[in-house]
């Protein structure tokens, strides 16, 4: 069992930069891939980036390429989203979600999510 607990969301301004973590508890944490999806009003929950077991394996969706960056440190559970130069439509909830296959863009895929954090990016 994994819970995930999402943190850093809030509101900035278009080109600010915000850093999003998500905490997990659970002895096998390093055991899981993690992902990290967003879903904005009216939208799918669409896939931005995620990490595999180790800490240097990693896969981005095309939008965020070069904007954003993930990484984890497994000696605290945690999986950290970089976002900068940001843009209006990266406004959404953002969740991450531990799974076991990697890398992974499906949803149903993942074994166990968080609760979302808000992130607004006004023009």
């Known amino acids: 069992q994994v819970q995930l607990v999402e943190s850093g969301g809030g509101l900035v301004q278009a080109g600010d930069s915000l850093r999003l973590s998500c905490a997990a508890s659970?002895?096998?944490?390093?055991?899981?891939?993690i992902g990290w999806f967003r879903q904005a009003p009216g939208k799918e929950r669409s896939f931005v980036a995620g990490?595999?077991?180790?800490?240097?394996?990693?896969y981005l969706a095309d939008p965020v390429k070069g904007r954003f960056a993930i990484s984890r440190d497994n000696d605290k559970n945690t999986v950290y989203l970089q976002m900068n130069s940001l843009k209006p439509e990266d406004t959404a909830i953002y969740y991450c979600?531990?799974?076991?296959?990697?890398?992974?863009?499906?949803?149903?895929?993942?074994?166990?999510w968080g609760q979302g954090t808000q992130v607004t990016v006004s023009s």
């Open positions: 990490i595999g077991w180790g800490p240097g394996v990693v």
């Open positions: 979600a531990a799974g076991r296959s990697f890398p992974e863009v499906d949803s149903t895929r993942y074994d166990y």
């Open positions: 659970g002895r096998t944490f390093s055991s899981y891939a």
